[in-house]
């Protein structure tokens, strides 16, 4: 079955010189219970980043799409991917990182269930291969039980992380709304972009499972450029 006219979701996976990670963070795409789509945007690398997303690619080809582009870093890398999206959603999954099984399934999920715009999801951090502790877990109600939650409730945006990845979006709604800064604005570059997207988002949805898991790891691509 064709995965690009079936899955609600495609996930982005912004690589730049991954070739040592993005093999394992691919395989956790493999794994999900829920078909996604998947798209590589490979960020101009120099290592065998590219062969390894071709090669995926040539295997999948009912689910994976490899974008190449010059290398200009990760804003301009995700701006690019973000208009190539052809699914009702869409998500981020950083090329060191890896996501749970259940992690299309259950945000899909959580995003028809509440009719919401961006779900988001406890994450557990990985340091030097080893599972710590789980980051933004607790309430999940207060955040669907109303329209503009953030904006009705402040407080609430203190729960929600401020990365791109481990969420969630509904492409209609945030595609048109997205505002990147400038590029080579890093680090923090996700900060501007999802603090005023989420302070004016009509619905918003939280699932309780952590179902991202992210690396603390000098190789990530938020920290390179």
């Given at each position: 079955m064709d995965n690009h006219t079936t899955a609600l979701l495609t996930i982005i996976v912004p690589a730049y010189n991954a070739a040592k990670v993005l093999p394992a963070c691919l395989e956790s795409l493999w794994a999900q219970t829920k078909p996604v789509c998947v798209l590589i945007a490979n960020d101009g690398s120099t290592d065998d980043t590219a062969a390894i997303a071709d090669a995926a690619a040539a295997a999948h080809p009912e689910s994976v799409r490899v974008l190449h582009l010059p290398h200009r870093g990760l804003i301009a890398t995700r701006k690019s991917s973000i208009s190539l999206v052809e699914t009702e959603y869409f998500a981020f999954l950083d090329a060191d990182d890896v996501m749970e099984a259940a992690f299309a399934e259950e945000m899909l999920a959580a995003a028809v269930r509440h009719r919401a715009d961006m779900v988001f999801c406890p994450y557990r951090c990985i340091y030097d291969g080893v599972a710590r502790h789980v980051s933004c877990g607790g309430e999940c109600h207060a955040f669907a039980d109303q329209l503009l939650p953030v904006r009705k409730a402040p407080h609430l945006l203190l729960g929600i992380p401020t990365f791109f990845w481990g969420?969630?979006?509904?492409?209609?709604?945030?595609?048109?709304?997205?505002?990147?800064?400038?590029?080579?604005?890093?680090?923090?570059?996700?900060?501007?972009?999802?603090?005023?997207l989420v302070i004016d988002m009509p619905r918003l949805a939280k699932?309780?499972?952590?179902?991202?898991?992210?690396?603390?790891s000098s190789d990530s691509m938020s920290r390179v450029s």
């Amino acid at each position: 079955m064709d995965n690009h006219t079936t899955a609600l979701l495609t996930i982005i996976v912004p690589a730049y010189n991954a070739a040592k990670v993005l093999p394992a963070c691919l395989e956790s795409l493999w794994a999900q219970t829920k078909p996604v789509c998947v798209l590589i945007a490979n960020d101009g690398s120099t290592d065998d980043t590219a062969a390894i997303a071709d090669a995926a690619a040539a295997a999948h080809p009912e689910s994976v799409r490899v974008l190449h582009l010059p290398h200009r870093g990760l804003i301009a890398t995700r701006k690019s991917s973000i208009s190539l999206v052809e699914t009702e959603y869409f998500a981020f999954l950083d090329a060191d990182d890896v996501m749970e099984a259940a992690f299309a399934e259950e945000m899909l999920a959580a995003a028809v269930r509440h009719r919401a715009d961006m779900v988001f999801c406890p994450y557990r951090c990985i340091y030097d291969g080893v599972a710590r502790h789980v980051s933004c877990g607790g309430e999940c109600h207060a955040f669907a039980d109303q329209l503009l939650p953030v904006r009705k409730a402040p407080h609430l945006l203190l729960g929600i992380p401020t990365f791109f990845w481990g969420k969630l979006f509904r492409t209609e709604y945030v595609r048109p709304r997205i505002d990147f800064p400038p590029e080579g604005c890093i680090p923090l570059e996700d900060i501007p972009v999802i603090v005023p997207l989420v302070i004016d988002m009509p619905r918003l949805a939280k699932v309780a499972t952590p179902l991202y898991r992210y690396a603390i790891s000098s190789d990530s691509m938020s920290r390179v450029s």
